[in-house]
């Protein structure tokens, strides 16, 4: 289809648009109505042509955006009528009588000193969908982090008045269980000697032992995940072990440079427990190291010592809670803290040269902050 007017005004390209294309002469009169319009209108070319825009589509007669069209036949610059407040100024349907979402231009177009508007109508239908569709979804994910804000913040004040709860519970335990022990002491100073009474208040004082080891294990374990995780530099946090802990003279060779791993902030507990387990039961015990590499699974934490090392048939049982009744809750607490950001620890050591201990750390969990080359620290 080649339209043109009696001044041969060249229109038949625009045929070929895939936008709706009309050009309208300084009295609204349609001069070319292009084959999207039919499309979009069923309106052909022939019953468009010679009618009038702004009577076809009474929209355009409104004030305001009558007064701005009318400046472009004056000489004014062209003319946008944005999608937002002018969707459907020149009504198009889909095949299901739902109106398309359009932005509409009026273009100066001047041939052979003739004053035209060149109409272009665009269909940003899908466009504005989407736009609608992701300030949904934004709104939908603010909601959403603003309820999960507040629950966080109830589960963190509920967790303070529940520690604030323990920790008088556990007081009152403790001052409770003195009384009870110093009592029983007393009871075995008197002077009757009673070998199945001296029993019973030895199976008493080790029960109240017992006790009084259980309270303090929840003192410590109750502090477990109450403060957001954090990213924490592995060498520093090591080498504040050396103000807590006696060394009696172990070397304690560091060689994780710019190592940081992100980690509940009790972490310093974890190389802490380690490092006292190899104090207290690595008899001969003289060199501590830590090291690092990558592999498939992350990367690996490796603590070695040159004690006793590990029984093979309690390797796995030194992380479990029921076993430290006998060697004590630290290794249980440290499996503990790690887990809170997916790190998990074992011990593969050879029994009779070391204990060694494997942290595994997953991918996006740790990160240098500078190149890894670096000299191994020794404190």
């Known amino acids: 289809m080649v339209e043109t007017n009696d001044q041969n005004l060249p229109l038949g390209l625009l045929d070929l648009i895939p936008n709706g294309i009309v050009v309208v002469r300084g009295d609204y009169s349609i001069l070319y109505w ?17 009618t009038s825009l702004i009577e076809r589509y ?9 007064a701005r069209i009318s400046q472009l036949f004056e000489g004014g610059p062209a003319v946008l009528f944005s999608s937002s407040f002018h969707p459907h100024l020149v ?8 109106l398309r979402v359009e932005k509409i231009s009026f273009i100066p177009l001047v041939h052979t000193r003739e004053r035209y508007a060149l109409v272009l109508i665009e269909d940003v239908t899908d466009l504005t969908n989407q736009v609608k569709a992701y300030r949904g979804m934004k709104k939908i994910a603010e909601d959403q982090l603003d309820d999960l804000k507040k629950a966080q913040d109830a589960i963190y004040l509920a967790n303070k008045k529940l520690n604030l709860l323990n920790s008088i519970t556990r007081h009152d335990i403790m001052n409770k269980l003195t009384v009870l022990i110093g009592f029983i002491e007393l009871s075995r100073e008197t002077e009757i000697k009673d070998p199945i009474l001296e029993k019973y ?11 009084s080891t259980q309270i303090q294990f ?3 374990y109750q502090d477990i995940g109450v403060k957001a995780a954090v990213w924490q530099e592995v060498s520093e946090t090591i080498r504040l072990i050396e103000t807590t802990l006696d060394l009696r003279g172990v070397s304690l060779t560091i060689d994780l440079s710019y190592l940081e791993i992100f980690a509940d902030p009790l972490l310093q507990r974890v190389f802490y427990n380690l490092v006292e387990n190899s104090l207290r039961h690595g008899e001969h015990l003289d060199k501590i190291r830590l090291s690092f590499y990558e592999d498939e699974r992350g990367l690996i934490i ?6 006793v090392g590990v029984p093979y048939e ?12 006998n060697t004590g809750f630290g290794l249980f607490l440290s499996s ?32 240098f902050s500078e190149p890894k080359a670096g000299k191994p620290e020794v404190i």
């Open 201 to 211: 208040l030895d199976g008493e004082l080790e029960a109240a032992g017992a006790i």
């Open 91 to 98: 009504p198009c349907s889909f095949p299901d009588g739902s």
């Open 58 to 66: 009474p929209a355009l007669k409104e004030q305001s955006v009558f």
């Open 34 to 50: 292009n084959s999207c319009m039919f499309e979009w209108t069923g309106i052909t070319p022939e019953e468009a042509r010679g």
């Open 218 to 220: 929840t003192r410590f």
């Open 314 to 325: 309690v390797k796995e049982k030194i992380f479990k809670r029921e076993f430290f009744k």
């Open 336 to 367: 503990e803290i790690l887990a809170i950001t997916n790190i998990s620890i074992r011990e593969n050591g050879v029994p009779g040269e070391g204990a060694r201990f494997e942290i595994i750390v997953p991918q996006g969990k740790y990160r």
């Open 302 to 307: 490796i603590y070695e010592d040159n004690g």
